[in-house]
């Protein structure tokens, strides 16, 4: 199974990913979005794809 990683130090707490993905993704008390579970589901990817900074990842390996 892949590791879904929010990289904190990148986000810009934008919010897209938790609309995107609800299941997955969550906004933090801190502002950042979080990883509230780790499911393999297609949302993940356009979240990970819709990020405008590209703080998402699968395994630490950043899109390009």
Not at 12 to 40: H, W
Request: hydrophobic share 40%; glycine share 8%.
């Amino acid at each position: 199974m892949v590791r879904i990683v929010v990289d904190k130090n990148a986000c810009i707490g934008c919010g897209l990913c938790a609309t995107i993905c609800s299941e997955v993704f969550a906004m933090g008390k801190d502002g950042k979005a979080m990883v509230k579970a780790q499911k393999d589901i297609p949302c993940v990817k356009e979240a990970l794809e819709s990020c405008p900074v590209s703080a998402i990842s699968e395994d630490g390996t950043k899109k390009k």
